[in-house]
């Protein structure tokens, strides 16, 4: 009867663990926006968001070249190619991290600021002092609720998890009668997690 005990005790702190650390684990990657600078390269690599990036700035770009030359009609093109390759380098990837962060910190609702890309970010990778006279620009990026609510329930349910699974983990081994057995649960147990 105690084995049964010991087992369900271990078996139920496996599970409760497992959700701890899985939701440590979340916090630690998704919802940690200064992790996010430290990857901007990778996510600058990413076709889409490269071009997306690239074209805003473009565009923003040659608005401010076609007033300081009043020549109308500036294609963007051959500078979306310029600032698209100047984005997969690490100057230019080191250049968007801030703006990758704080778009990851509004996703997740941590930041109720606009993201914006500032003309001095825009110039290296233009390659054009034109681009210091253009405006800010403000990228539109929305909070996610459902990902600020799972932030939220995170900051209060991985401690709660983990210290019930640890108080499950100690009543189990309090109610094991066989110690040896109960290492061998143990490892199980840890098996099970992992």
């Known amino acids: 009867m105690r084995r049964s005990l010991a087992g369900l005790l271990f078996g139920f702190a496996a599970i409760i663990g497992s959700l701890a650390i899985s939701g440590f ?26 071009n997306e990036v690239a074209r805003l700035i473009a565009n923003n770009t040659v608005t401010q070249l076609n007033a300081a030359t009043g020549v109308a009609g500036i294609d963007p093109e051959p500078i979306r190619i310029i600032v698209a390759d100047n984005l997969k380098t690490t ?82 081994f309090a109610a094991h009668p066989e110690k040896a057995e109960m290492f061998r649960s143990l490892g199980v147990l840890f098996l099970a997690m992992a």
């Open 25 to 50: 684990w979340l916090q630690f990657t998704a919802f940690s926006p200064e992790r996010t600078t430290s990857t901007a390269k990778l996510i600058l690599e990413d076709t889409d968001i490269n």
């Open 91 to 172: 100057e230019g990837s080191n250049l968007m991290a801030g703006v990758i962060g704080d778009a990851h910190a509004t996703l997740i609702g941590t930041r109720d600021k606009p993201v914006v890309i500032t003309p001095e970010q825009m110039v290296p990778l233009v390659g054009n002092e034109v681009a210091m006279n253009a405006p800010t620009i403000v990228i539109p990026v929305e909070k996610i609720d459902a990902l600020s609510i799972t932030r939220q329930v995170l900051k209060w349910l991985v401690p709660i998890a983990g210290a019930l699974a640890l108080v499950l983990l100690l009543l189990g």
